[in-house]
């Protein structure tokens, strides 16, 4: 995406940030929208923003994420408020002198938040210490949203992790076959059917009344966590687009999925796609020291599942970006989501064998028997 320095220059002003910008580095870990880190001059120094331009094509109605996260930023800042705990854990938007948080026109729609001084994302990380802290992270905010109304809250992308919705809406699309993509993807789509029975079991729960809906953050991959860069500890979770209600399963789901994974999420050596169990470990017993307390029996009975249903699901949307002609997901070559595809796959696989594992070492933090 090229974006000159005019736009920029435009919504800083918008948002108040008078002085000149140094300079302008694009973050490029993100799949939808575009995020930039903004250096300005002010008073006595320098000030840095994030800057990003929302995926208008991905978020239909992005006016109603911004609302949902100005409830969400609000609830949080006034409890680590009144709980005196840092204020770096939260996010902190600016505003216009309209009182928006956003600010829109022919250069796109625009949000700035502040940059939290001292702070780091990664993609991956082999400390267990490391991954055990961003559980935590992920945990406390489940916790933190435990009292919040899901009521306040659009639903920014109906049916997001609705999984059986996705595979349906795969198979009408591979009846349409668009991009005539189909004859190249059959080994995968028989394997979509094949583990289709467990990949929709936590819909089937939902609709019998097992699992209860909380208010999940539905992107909890470890690069949506800001790490200090001195202690290496976790200091709050960004991209709170996605923030709807959902299950717990799907939060720790997509984060195992993601920093448990011992390759990249794209990575074409299959030989080097799998479940780490030391990784996974480390995130689930720094998740559930966070959240044990408020979840019901079957809710945490069903944490290994969900990482083996979000993996699934993930191989679904890539397939389905790809035979629909990479319209959704950003890609950096052609086939991109097909090389996604077959990566989440091959993890998708690891895990559906190492189900009883993972149960285990659930039952095990827990105390849990099951
Ligand atoms: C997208 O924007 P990013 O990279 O945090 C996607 C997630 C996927 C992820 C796969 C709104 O997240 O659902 O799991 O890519 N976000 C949206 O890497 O669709
Ligand atoms: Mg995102």
Redesign the pocket.
């Known amino acids: 995406m090229d974006i000159s320095r005019e736009i920029f220059e435009k919504v800083a002003k918008k948002f108040g940030i008078c002085g000149k910008i140094i300079d302008i580095n694009a973050l490029t870990s ?4 575009g995020t930039f880190v903004v250096r300005a001059e002010a008073e006595g120094g320098e000030e840095k923003y994030i800057f990003q331009r929302l995926n208008t094509f ?1 978020f239909k109605q992005p006016k109603h994420i911004m609302s949902n996260i100005a409830a969400i930023t609000t609830f949080i800042a006034d409890k680590i408020e009144r709980n005196g705990l840092d204020k770096d854990s939260v996010m902190r938007f600016l505003r216009t002198d309209e009182g928006e948080n956003f600010v829109e026109g022919d250069f796109g729609f625009w949000r700035v938040y502040e940059y939290v001084p001292n702070s780091i994302t990664i993609n991956q990380s082999d400390d267990p210490e490391k991954i055990r802290s961003a559980g935590k992270a992920f945990g406390n905010f489940q916790t933190m949203l435990s009292d919040f109304d899901a009521s306040q809250l659009y639903d920014t ?1 109906p049916n997001f992790h609705n999984t059986r919705a996705r595979v349906e809406n795969f198979f009408r699309n591979v009846e349409l076959d668009e991009c005539s993509r189909v004859k190249e993807v059959e080994y995968e789509i028989e394997q979509i059917k094949k583990l289709m029975p467990l990949g929709v079991k936590l819909n089937e729960m939902v609709d019998a009344g097992e699992l209860p809906l909380r208010v999940t953050h539905n ?1 909890t ?1 470890i690069n ?1 966590v800001l790490f200090d860069i001195d202690t290496g500890e976790a200091k709050t979770v960004i ?1 709170l ?2 923030v709807m209600p959902g299950l717990v399963a799907h939060d720790f789901g ?1 984060a195992i999925r993601f920093a448990a994974n011992k390759s990249a ?1 794209d990575e074409p050596d299959l030989s080097k796609v799998g479940l780490d169990m030391g990784k996974y470990k480390a995130f689930a017993e720094g998740f559930i020291s966070e959240v044990s307390h408020s979840l019901i029996e079957n809710e945490i009975k069903t944490l290994a599942l969900g990482a083996f249903t979000m993996t699934y699901e ?1 191989v679904v949307r890539f397939l389905d970006d790809y035979i629909t002609g990479d319209k959704y ?1 950003k890609t950096l070559y052609p086939g991109h989501n097909l090389v996604r595809t077959r990566c989440q796959l091959a993890l998708a696989m690891d895990m559906y064998n190492k189900l009883d594992e993972m149960n285990e070492v659930i039952s095990g933090i827990s105390g849990l028997k099951f």
Request: hydrophobic share 30%; glycine share 6%; aromatic share 6%.
């Open positions: 993100g799949n939808i929208n991905v992308i992107d991959k949506n991209d687009d996605t997509d999420e993930l997901f």
